[in-house]
């Protein structure tokens, strides 16, 4: 029988993430850390956490710093962006789970930002594979052309001006992507108006960071997904210079479903067309 726990990691710049083990019954095979997309709280990921415990695998989900339940009750003091949750928190995620379980393989699951962020990790190193699920750039310019005209005005309008309202990006209540730190968003609107994303903004040591990147990736990107184009994935994989890289474009009709989008990868009815069929080969 699979069970859960659930604990705080405490990152090395002192903030404390709350996070989600799902062990498999007996010794488990490699660890798999969902990495969240922007704004998603962990409890999204529960299910395929849930159902990689049952394959042998131990899982872990987690919030970033100010997200789900790491969120501090003033977002508005918070001081975090989003080098700070790939340096800091998914460093501390699997610093944890080597301790879990040392010795066996370590596997990233990221979703959207969650593959974006592996290329600023302290040590991708201890990686044994990295599978990135609808994973791209975020350069507007790029994005899927129904979501050019509502992104900008996201970025050059609402972002500046509620945020320096509310000191936070209170994205709850205007149903666009969730509440965010200041760091984190501001941060992020600079990546998405910048041709090369996170590199061309963070500059020659985030450039060298992709590149230093040298594990296997593997892209599952989807065909109708709402938010990232065939051109953001390829652009934001091309980052990797150094990796091995296989990149899977699935079509709704490939898998038997007539929807997936940007986060139907995660829900549960997507149990035997997409993660049996796409995700457990990866992991084997």
């Given at each position: 029988?699979?069970t859960?726990?659930?604990?705080?990691?405490?990152t090395?710049?002192?903030n404390?993430?709350?996070?989600?083990?799902f062990?498999?019954?007996?010794?488990?095979?490699?660890?798999v850390l969902?990495?969240?997309?922007m704004?998603?709280?962990q409890?999204?990921?529960g299910?395929?956490?849930a159902?990689?415990?049952?394959?042998g695998?131990?899982?872990?989900?987690?919030?970033y710093?100010?997200?789900?339940r790491?969120?501090?009750?003033d977002l508005?003091r918070l001081?975090?962006n989003?080098?700070?949750?790939?340096?800091f928190?998914?460093d501390?995620?699997?610093?944890?789970?080597?301790?879990?379980?040392p010795?066996?393989?370590?596997?990233?699951?990221?979703?959207s930002?969650?593959?974006?962020?592996?290329?600023?990790l302290p040590?991708?190193?201890?990686?044994?594979?990295?599978i990135?699920?609808?994973?791209g750039s975020?350069?507007?310019?790029?994005?899927v052309?129904?979501?050019?005209?509502?992104?900008?005005?996201?970025?050059?309008?609402?972002?500046p001006?509620?945020?320096?309202?509310?000191?936070?990006f209170p994205?709850k209540?205007l149903?666009k992507?969730g509440?965010l730190p200041?760091?984190?968003?501001?941060?992020?609107r600079r990546?998405?108006?910048?041709?090369?994303y996170?590199?061309?903004?963070?500059g020659?040591?985030?450039?060298e960071?992709?590149?230093?990147?040298r594990?296997?990736?593997t892209?599952l990107s989807?065909t109708?997904d709402?938010m990232?184009s065939?051109r953001?994935i390829?652009?934001?994989?091309g980052?990797?210079t150094a990796?091995?890289?296989?990149?899977?474009?699935?079509a709704?009709?490939d898998?038997g479903?007539?929807?997936i989008?940007?986060?139907?990868f995660f829900?549960?009815q997507?149990?035997?067309?997409l993660?049996?069929?796409?995700?457990?080969?990866?992991?084997?």
């Amino acid at each position: 029988m699979t069970t859960t726990t659930s604990h705080s990691v405490v990152t090395r710049n002192g903030n404390a993430i709350q996070a989600s083990f799902f062990h498999p019954e007996g010794d488990p095979r490699a660890a798999v850390l969902i990495v969240p997309a922007m704004g998603v709280s962990q409890s999204f990921y529960g299910p395929l956490a849930a159902w990689l415990a049952c394959q042998g695998y131990l899982a872990a989900t987690f919030d970033y710093v100010g997200i789900g339940r790491s969120r501090v009750s003033d977002l508005a003091r918070l001081d975090v962006n989003i080098l700070d949750w790939a340096r800091f928190d998914c460093d501390a995620m699997l610093a944890e789970l080597q301790s879990l379980v040392p010795g066996k393989s370590l596997y990233w699951v990221g979703h959207s930002l969650g593959g974006q962020i592996l290329g600023l990790l302290p040590d991708p190193g201890r990686l044994a594979k990295a599978i990135t699920v609808a994973c791209g750039s975020g350069y507007w310019r790029e994005n899927v052309p129904q979501l050019r005209a509502r992104v900008w005005w996201l970025w050059y309008f609402v972002v500046p001006v509620v945020t320096r309202i509310f000191g936070y990006f209170p994205g709850k209540r205007l149903r666009k992507v969730g509440d965010l730190p200041r760091g984190v968003i501001d941060q992020w609107r600079r990546w998405c108006l910048n041709p090369d994303y996170a590199v061309g903004v963070e500059g020659p040591l985030a450039r060298e960071g992709f590149a230093a990147v040298r594990l296997p990736i593997t892209s599952l990107s989807f065909t109708d997904d709402e938010m990232m184009s065939a051109r953001n994935i390829q652009s934001l994989h091309g980052q990797y210079t150094a990796a091995c890289k296989k990149m899977t474009r699935i079509a709704p009709a490939d898998a038997g479903m007539r929807r997936i989008g940007h986060f139907g990868f995660f829900r549960a009815q997507s149990e035997d067309a997409l993660w049996t069929r796409y995700l457990l080969p990866e992991l084997l």
